[in-house]
């Protein structure tokens, strides 16, 4: 027999404990556009939460369900008849290639509805300014940018591991963009390293979780300094209807996590640092965090 949800669903197969449903709405039944960047902000993030609350209840050996309405003209159905659909995502996501990062669906999104660029890194090259400045001229629904880091990223844990140990750069010498996306990150790595040792004393470097916290600390770093980047880089100096947020997609907990003003850990979208000050604002925030301080010591 089929198991039932508490509001009555069924789940077709009774061995299955997690259900997600995209649900073609022709009844006018899916989302709107967000009006606003602070709007596209926040349906992104109650779509991470919908996405991680639905895997805590597979976790906790509860059946879920989660239901993603589309507009049927987002892929192009039209009553009787089939036509290209206008293209009009609310957000355009510079996410990783890493393919435990699948970006519409951590945000509960469908078809149409996010632009989606993804590098190793999330870094900010040629191609990547060039999509974008593709998505803002042309994407009059675009509210928002984010760039979405990822815990255990690998791209940032080999450039971490460049800096912990410099001889390990002769590994990917001959391989010219592997050691693009590495020098690119190399940066950010430094600072992190330097931070940490601000805040934590010149002994962190002996702490047993230190690597693992420098590759988060970094992965964090980079995506705010991707951030910063863009709004120089793009033509977005007069667009206050387009704003640019960060963020890091913890795998372990399907969240989205930056860190918060308070000293408290975040789940959300934190807005992209304007100037020096506010990255500085960022590092002290970030390495003083309970998430970063935990990944020290580990158990
Ligand atoms: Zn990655």
């Not at 449903?21 to 902000?41: C, E, I, M, Q, V």
């Not at 963009?177 to 940066?187: A, C, F, M, N």
């Not at 100096?237 to 000293?263: F, K, M, T």
């Not at 934190?270 to 580990?298: H, K, Q, T, W, Y």
């Amino acid at each position: 027999m089929a198991k039932k949800l508490p509001e009555g669903l069924p789940i077709e197969h009774p061995a299955c404990l997690a259900e997600v449903t995209y649900r073609f709405a022709f009844d006018g039944a899916h989302k709107a556009l967000p009006s606003d960047p602070n709007a596209a902000r926040l349906r992104l993030e109650a779509g991470n939460r919908a996405f991680a609350e639905l895997l805590d209840q597979v976790a906790a050996s509860r059946p879920a369900r989660l239901s993603i309405d589309i507009d049927p003209h987002d892929v192009g159905l039209l009553p009787g008849r089939s036509t290209a659909p206008k293209q009009q995502p609310f957000a355009a996501i510079v996410g990783c290639a890493d393919a435990r990062v699948p970006v519409e669906l951590i945000f509960s999104e469908g078809p149409n509805d996010l632009f989606v660029v993804r590098i190793a890194g999330n870094g900010l090259g040629d191609d990547v300014m060039g999509s974008l400045s593709y998505a803002i001229d042309h994407l009059a629904s675009l509210r928002s940018i984010v760039v979405l880091g990822h815990s255990e990223c690998g791209a940032v844990s080999a450039a971490v591991d460049v800096h912990l140990e410099p001889a390990r750069y002769m590994e990917i010498m001959s391989q010219k963009d592997l050691r693009q996306i590495v020098d690119r990150t190399l940066v950010v790595i430094q600072l992190g390293a330097t931070w940490l040792e601000r805040v934590h004393g010149a002994e962190v470097v002996r702490r047993s979780g230190y690597r693992t916290t420098l590759i988060e600390v970094a992965i964090a770093l980079n995506a705010a300094l991707t951030a910063h980047g863009m709004r120089p880089g793009l033509n977005l100096a007069d667009r206050s209807d387009i704003h640019v947020v960060y963020g890091v997609y913890v795998l372990e907990e399907r969240l989205v996590w930056s860190p918060r003003r308070d000293g408290t850990d975040w789940f959300g979208l934190a807005p992209a640092p304007r100037d020096a000050n506010e990255f500085v604002a960022i590092c002290d925030l970030l390495v003083s965090s309970p998430r970063i301080r935990g990944l020290l010591d580990p158990p």
